[in-house]
């Protein structure tokens, strides 16, 4: 609570109680927008406008500036003018001074203040233009706030000094935060350049736009304007230089084409699926400036309504289609769309060399219908449907957001709902895998909130509030760009066409399998099992055990390292497997999250369990250094390099930790492998064989509990998992312990501090974070049980 908030709020309450139109600020010493609507009411009131609103609109800009001197002025003697200035500035965070309606020099150092902040030359008088009022009268900050950035904040600094003088353009927020009005600022900024006047310069990405664009393509060398907004708009887009690590994020607003802008470009173009080139063609302008990117460009995928016949099959795989999204289902309505797969479609689809991505979307147009009970049915009814058509485990299915999600209706119905949704897949055995088909922000977040596998991204709606001024999702898969119409005659087929990215879902190519990917995987680990017996009998039971983990691992983990902590490979057997003529399986697709699963991983950290002795609840050895010991290590030589960035230990690890894409050493995928190696470990040691192990964990439902399993086993409590984290970081009890942990940190070249020498305090914060991760993964496995409760299953 400020003080002097809440005396602004009271005085503008006392001093226009009886105005009409007008509704009263809260008197809590807190800003928000209900405080700045009823100054903007008390201006309005001031300027003689009778009918009241809320906004800041041209009538109210154009009365501040029939003011004597262009706007409020060093002689207004309208006090309640000068107070409603004063008051807007104590709730922008200046000091305002006294609200005794005079001028002082306390309010000119604060308007000087916020007109540096803002980018532009201060001027004393008029010390309030009508743009300076719209201003002070919107909740927009012109510091950087948490989460914002200083390059871009001078990106947008630099837009308010250059531009702010034109009609239209209107100062924007200097919070170092890429947003909506940002992107329509930078439009502006293109269309100024081009020489567009202010009638023409609408702020939109249209056809005029475009075509200037294409008259300005970059290389290494160019300089000018035109590199400066090209590198505002690679900023914008949060480029990563380095995929581990988001502290890695390009920086560079600059006026010359230089070599790290080139740099940041191809890393761009990758992450886009555009050709890699290093230049600012003209797609790639497009990319970095609207969710469509280049709608003409080539795509690979597509997705409709539209029953796929053998004719529209040959037509789509002629235009260079290879990925189809289609509808599992669909409701009865007043206007049925006949828009679920038919009968053999599937086997039309894939004779002709495409692959399907399956869809689901019994409504979700408003904002009404998301709820925890809705995606619940939602996930059953498409489980269902999936089930009828044969697709296999581990397949993903997108369900819908078909509408313009605000931040507030994301956190209050759509994260519920796609939670209903994860439970009610995981109510039918958790045989499918949740996307997410909608915006970039609400991709992103139910990423973030429930992971979600991939990102669908409804990018032709570049209108919409949550593509602009959001960079695509770090688990894009498909990006819809374009309607357009494929083929002619019998042949032709109205799609949405995608965007594919190449190492993103790989859709699917047959349905009605014997076996699924998980059986593959099952029999597999078996038949090395028993060419592991084979192999060498005189110890069948444990030598075939290691031997399989040691040939799990043999191409990714076969270092003088590992070596002296689990022991070296038996070449001769990794040769006798590959001679017997088995395949190496390298990825599994993980049969709860969906994401690919590294065998050699899992294979080290097996190696690792079995060879070394087990270890206490709250202590380790050198069994955890293979597995989850090894990965956490190396996620505190990243949290020391990026701390600054963080306010804490555990913030760092609720942000990077186990995270299904993105920045982060230690993602989600590595700490399943190192948790389903712990538990088939104990399989193992508790008299199973590695194959039955994996049969009775992968096929039995084992890994629906694995967190639950593993904490339990490994550490018996939450509090001991954080006692035996720390102690990976800090015992010197274990030779080898200490030998590879010192090896690891040796990597960031001594700019790490030894974790030994960190403040008690900051360790026990950071392994706080490890402790938290593990409780929320549990939490997800609890939320499967009280759905079988609830469905009377167990």
Same mark, same amino acid.
């Given at each position: 609570?400020?003080?002097?908030?809440?005396?602004?709020?009271?005085?503008?309450?006392?001093?226009?109680?009886?105005?009409?139109?007008?509704?009263?600020? @809260?008197?809590? $010493?807190?800003?928000?927008?209900?405080?700045?609507? !009823? #100054?903007?009411? %008390?201006? +309005?009131? &001031? =300027? *003689?406008?009778?009918?009241?609103?809320?906004?800041?609109?041209?009538?109210?800009?154009?009365?501040?500036?029939?003011?004597?001197?262009?706007?409020?002025?060093?002689?207004?003697?309208?006090?309640?003018?000068?107070?409603?200035?004063?008051?807007?500035?104590?709730?922008?965070?200046?000091?305002?001074?006294?609200?005794?309606?005079?001028?002082?020099?306390?309010?000119?150092?604060?308007?000087?203040?916020?007109?540096?902040?803002?980018?532009?030359?201060?001027?004393?008088?008029?010390?309030?233009?009508?743009?300076?009022?719209?201003?002070?009268?919107?909740?927009?900050?012109?510091?950087?706030?948490?989460?914002?950035?200083?390059?871009?904040?001078?990106?947008?600094?630099?837009?308010?000094?250059?531009?702010?003088?034109?009609?239209?353009?209107?100062?924007? @927020?200097?919070? $170092?935060?890429?947003?909506?009005?940002?992107?329509? !600022? #930078?439009?502006? %900024?293109? +269309?100024? &350049? =081009? *020489?567009?006047?202010?009638?023409?310069?609408?702020?939109?990405?249209?056809?005029?736009?475009?075509?200037?664009?294409?008259?300005?393509?970059?290389?290494?060398?160019?300089?000018?304007?035109?590199?400066?907004?090209?590198?505002?708009?690679?900023?914008?887009?949060?480029?990563?230089?380095?995929?581990?690590?988001?502290?890695?994020?390009?920086?560079?607003?600059?006026?010359?084409?230089?070599?790290?802008?080139?740099?940041?470009?191809?890393?761009?173009?990758?992450?886009?699926?555009?050709?890699?080139?290093?230049?600012?063609?003209?797609?790639?302008?497009?990319?970095?400036?609207?969710?469509?990117?280049?709608?003409?460009?080539?795509?690979?995928?597509?997705?409709?309504?539209?029953?796929?016949?053998?004719?529209?099959?040959?037509?789509?795989?002629?235009?260079?289609?290879?990925?189809?999204?289609?509808?599992?289902?669909?409701?009865?309505?007043?206007?049925?769309?006949?828009?679920?797969?038919?009968?053999?479609?599937?086997?039309?689809?894939?004779?002709?060399?495409?692959?399907?991505?399956?869809?689901?979307?019994?409504?979700?147009?408003?904002?009404?219908?998301?709820?925890?009970?809705?995606?619940?049915?939602?996930?059953?009814?498409?489980?269902?449907?999936?089930?009828?058509?044969?697709?296999?485990?581990?397949?993903?299915?997108?369900?819908?957001?078909?509408?313009?999600?605000?931040?507030?209706?994301?956190?209050?119905?759509?994260?519920?709902?796609?939670?209903?949704?994860?439970?009610?897949?995981?109510?039918?055995?958790?045989?499918?895998?949740?996307?997410?088909?909608?915006?970039?922000?609400?991709?992103?977040?139910?990423?973030?909130?429930?992971?979600?596998?991939?990102?669908?991204?409804?990018?032709?709606?570049?209108?919409?509030?949550?593509?602009?001024?959001?960079?695509?999702?770090?688990?894009?898969?498909?990006?819809?760009?374009?309607?357009?119409?494929?083929?002619?005659?019998?042949?032709?087929?109205?799609?949405?066409?995608?965007?594919?990215?190449?190492?993103?879902?790989?859709?699917?190519?047959?349905?009605?399998?014997?076996?699924?990917?998980?059986?593959?995987?099952?029999?597999?680990?078996?038949?090395?099992?028993?060419?592991?017996?084979?192999?060498?009998?005189?110890?069948?039971?444990?030598?075939?055990?290691?031997?399989?983990?040691?040939?799990?691992?043999?191409?990714?983990?076969?270092?003088?390292?590992?070596?002296?902590?689990?022991?070296?490979?038996?070449?001769?057997?990794?040769?006798?497997?590959?001679?017997?003529?088995?395949?190496?399986?390298?990825?599994?697709?993980?049969?709860?999250?969906?994401?690919?699963?590294?065998?050699?991983?899992?294979?080290?950290?097996?190696?690792?369990?079995?060879?070394?002795?087990?270890?206490?609840?709250?202590?380790?050895?050198?069994?955890?250094?293979?597995?989850?010991?090894?990965?956490?290590?190396?996620?505190?030589?990243?949290?020391?390099?990026?701390?600054?960035?963080?306010?804490?230990?555990?913030?760092?690890?609720?942000?990077?930790?186990?995270?299904?894409?993105?920045?982060?050493?230690?993602?989600?995928?590595?700490?399943?492998?190192?948790?389903?190696?712990?538990?088939?470990?104990?399989?193992?040691?508790?008299?199973?064989?590695?194959?039955?192990?994996?049969?009775?964990?992968?096929?039995?439902?084992?890994?629906?509990?694995?967190?639950?399993?593993?904490?339990?086993?490994?550490?018996?409590?939450?509090?001991?998992?954080?006692?035996?984290?720390?102690?990976?970081?800090?015992?010197?009890?274990?030779?080898?312990?200490?030998?590879?942990?010192?090896?690891?940190?040796?990597?960031?070249?001594?700019?790490?501090?030894?974790?030994?020498?960190?403040?008690?305090?900051?360790?026990?914060?950071?392994?706080?974070?490890?402790?938290?991760?593990?409780?929320?993964?549990?939490?997800?496995?609890?939320?499967?049980?009280?759905?079988?409760?609830?469905?009377?299953?167990?």
């Amino acid at each position: 609570m400020d003080a002097w908030v809440l005396k602004s709020q009271q005085w503008v309450n006392a001093t226009y109680a009886g105005v009409s139109g007008y509704v009263a600020a @809260p008197e809590n $010493g807190v800003t928000g927008w209900k405080t700045m609507y !009823a #100054l903007t009411r %008390a201006l +309005q009131h &001031e =300027l *003689g406008i009778t009918s009241l609103s809320d906004t800041f609109g041209p009538t109210t800009l154009a009365r501040v500036g029939a003011l004597p001197g262009g706007g409020v002025s060093q002689q207004t003697t309208n006090q309640n003018l000068v107070n409603i200035v004063k008051a807007a500035c104590w709730c922008k965070g200046y000091a305002g001074g006294d609200l005794d309606g005079r001028v002082t020099q306390q309010l000119n150092d604060a308007l000087y203040d916020m007109q540096s902040n803002i980018g532009i030359t201060p001027i004393y008088d008029p010390m309030v233009t009508p743009k300076l009022f719209k201003a002070l009268l919107s909740m927009d900050a012109y510091v950087v706030v948490s989460g914002g950035t200083a390059d871009i904040n001078l990106i947008q600094r630099t837009m308010n000094a250059g531009y702010g003088g034109r009609r239209d353009f209107y100062y924007i @927020p200097c919070d $170092g935060i890429f947003s909506r009005d940002v992107q329509r !600022a #930078l439009y502006l %900024a293109i +269309q100024f &350049e =081009l *020489g567009m006047t202010d009638d023409q310069a609408t702020g939109n990405f249209g056809p005029a736009t475009q075509a200037g664009l294409k008259a300005h393509p970059l290389s290494p060398g160019s300089t000018g304007v035109w590199v400066k907004i090209f590198s505002a708009a690679i900023t914008f887009n949060r480029v990563r230089m380095d995929a581990a690590d988001d502290t890695s994020v390009y920086s560079g607003f600059t006026d010359s084409y230089n070599a790290d802008l080139a740099a940041a470009v191809r890393k761009f173009q990758e992450f886009s699926e555009l050709p890699v080139n290093g230049n600012a063609d003209f797609a790639t302008w497009c990319q970095a400036l609207v969710s469509t990117g280049d709608p003409d460009r080539p795509a690979s995928g597509c997705d409709g309504i539209t029953t796929v016949t053998d004719a529209r099959a040959k037509a789509l795989y002629a235009a260079g289609y290879r990925y189809v999204g289609r509808y599992l289902d669909e409701r009865p309505s007043s206007k049925p769309l006949n828009k679920r797969i038919q009968p053999g479609e599937l086997d039309t689809i894939f004779g002709n060399g495409l692959r399907v991505f399956p869809l689901s979307q019994y409504y979700g147009g408003e904002v009404g219908y998301f709820t925890w009970d809705q995606g619940f049915k939602d996930a059953q009814d498409a489980h269902d449907a999936a089930v009828g058509y044969g697709f296999a485990t581990g397949t993903v299915v997108y369900f819908a957001v078909d509408y313009d999600a605000t931040q507030d209706q994301i956190d209050s119905n759509i994260i519920p709902y796609f939670r209903g949704v994860v439970s009610g897949l995981a109510d039918k055995g958790k045989k499918y895998i949740h996307g997410v088909y909608a915006s970039r922000n609400v991709c992103a977040e139910v990423t973030r909130q429930t992971s979600a596998r991939w990102s669908f991204v409804s990018g032709m709606s570049y209108g919409f509030s949550g593509n602009m001024g959001f960079p695509l999702p770090d688990n894009w898969a498909f990006n819809q760009v374009q309607t357009l119409t494929v083929g002619s005659g019998s042949g032709a087929i109205q799609v949405d066409k995608d965007i594919h990215r190449s190492s993103g879902d790989k859709a699917v190519g047959s349905v009605n399998q014997a076996s699924s990917p998980l059986d593959k995987y099952v029999a597999y680990i078996e038949r090395l099992y028993a060419l592991a017996v084979q192999y060498n009998n005189s110890d069948p039971y444990h030598l075939a055990n290691q031997l399989v983990m040691e040939y799990l691992r043999a191409n990714a983990y076969d270092t003088a390292a590992f070596s002296a902590l689990m022991g070296s490979i038996d070449h001769g057997f990794v040769d006798f497997v590959d001679n017997a003529g088995v395949d190496r399986i390298n990825d599994l697709a993980d049969p709860f999250y969906g994401i690919d699963l590294h065998v050699a991983h899992f294979g080290a950290a097996c190696n690792g369990y079995y060879a070394l002795s087990e270890p206490s609840e709250t202590t380790t050895n050198g069994s955890d250094i293979g597995g989850w010991g090894g990965d956490w290590i190396t996620f505190y030589g990243d949290w020391r390099n990026a701390s600054e960035s963080y306010a804490s230990g555990s913030a760092y690890c609720a942000a990077r930790l186990a995270k299904v894409d993105g920045a982060g050493t230690f993602k989600l995928r590595d700490l399943i492998e190192d948790v389903d190696a712990y538990n088939i470990n104990k399989l193992v040691r508790g008299g199973a064989n590695i194959g039955a192990a994996a049969r009775s964990y992968y096929l039995g439902g084992g890994y629906l509990t694995r967190f639950r399993t593993f904490v339990d086993g490994r550490f018996g409590t939450i509090p001991h998992a954080k006692a035996a984290a720390k102690d990976m970081l800090t015992s010197d009890a274990l030779a080898n312990v200490v030998a590879y942990r010192t090896g690891l940190l040796e990597s960031y070249s001594g700019t790490v501090l030894p974790p030994e020498l960190l403040p008690d305090d900051s360790m026990d914060d950071f392994c706080q974070g490890f402790a938290d991760m593990l409780q929320a993964k549990m939490a997800v496995e609890v939320q499967r049980a009280a759905a079988l409760r609830a469905a009377g299953k167990i």
